[in-house]
Structure formats: structure tokens, C-alpha cells
């Protein structure tokens, strides 16, 4: 096998594989609970101002220190669990201004994006009511690919001003 861009176009693209498998688990039980039984809508975290998250945090983040296997009282979940779910909206909520440019081993050609070049700021970035997001972007490698608001890709275009947000 070959790391031909040309058959799958990934340069630049997160390895989440890398990611800890059980942190993902913890986090998508915690977001299952709360979608499920509180607030139904599984969109409703952007709702929420920075400031409730980072409480939020601190208040597990405690309670975990306080006792690192104890649940919260509500959910019956881990606080640890609960302080990763609170980390990862304020990873997507919090407007950081920064420019990541990507290098992949031995590629001289870099990807630059900025802050607001992301899947959530692209005009081909559609909801689907039922499944969650996905590229509508006919030229796109990414084309019917299920995305996440901070994705990206080299097609990203700028989204025209609309009111009522995303």
C-alpha cells in the first residue's frame, strides 16, 4: 500500500484514531444521557454560554479530584467523564483566533486554514436532520461525507451572511 493522495485524499486531515478510545466512549455516554433524558436536542450545547461549561468543568473536575471513581449524582456517570464532555464543548464553543498549518512527512506543500475556514463556516456544509452533517459540495473529495462543525478540507468556501446563525 502506497500513501497515494490521488486514491484517498487525507493530507492534513486528524489522525482520530489516535484519540483514547475509552475517553470517546465516556463522552458520547454522557452526551447520550443528556440527549436522551434533558434537553433532547443534540445541538442544544451551542446554546449554552462558555462561562456554564467552564463552571460546569471546575464543579467535576473537583468532585473527580475529590474522589476519582465517583459518579455525578445525577447522570450516575463519571465526573471524568463529565469534565472530557465539559473540555470538548469548550474545545468547539471557545473563539480561538489562530492559523494551523498542516505538514505532512516529507510533502513540501502545506495546507494552511484559519480559525473560520471549518467544516461549520463552509456554504456546503448542510444538516441532515436525521444523521447530522455532511459536505454538499459536488466538487469536494468530501462530497456526502459526514463531518463534524471543526472539520476541513481544501474546498472550504465562504459561507454568505445569513441571520439566525448556522
Not at 506543500?109 to 459540495?137: L, R, Y
Amino acid at each position: 500500500m502506497t500513501n497515494d493522495q490521488d486514491a484517498k485524499r487525507d493530507a492534513g486531515k486528524p489522525r482520530l484514531t489516535l484519540v483514547p478510545r475509552r475517553m470517546l466512549t465516556g463522552i458520547a455516554r454522557v452526551r447520550e444521557y443528556a440527549v436522551d433524558n434533558k434537553y433532547h436536542d443534540p445541538e442544544n450545547y451551542r446554546k449554552v454560554e462558555v462561562e456554564r461549561y467552564r463552571d460546569s468543568m471546575f464543579r467535576h473536575l473537583v468532585a473527580y479530584l475529590d474522589d476519582p471513581y465517583g459518579n455525578d449524582e445525577e447522570s450516575g456517570l463519571p465526573h471524568l467523564w463529565h469534565l472530557a464532555t465539559n473540555v470538548c464543548f469548550l474545545c468547539e464553543l471557545e473563539p480561538i483566533d489562530m492559523t494551523i498549518t498542516y505538514r505532512q512527512k516529507g510533502d513540501d506543500t502545506a495546507m494552511q486554514i484559519t480559525d473560520n475556514e471549518i467544516c461549520g463556516t463552509c456554504k456546503w456544509h448542510q444538516f441532515e436532520s436525521d444523521s447530522g452533517w455532511v459536505c454538499g459540495n459536488p466538487e469536494s473529495d468530501c462530497c456526502s461525507c459526514w463531518t463534524e462543525f471543526n472539520d476541513s478540507c481544501y474546498d472550504w468556501e465562504e459561507r454568505e451572511e445569513t441571520t439566525g446563525g448556522w
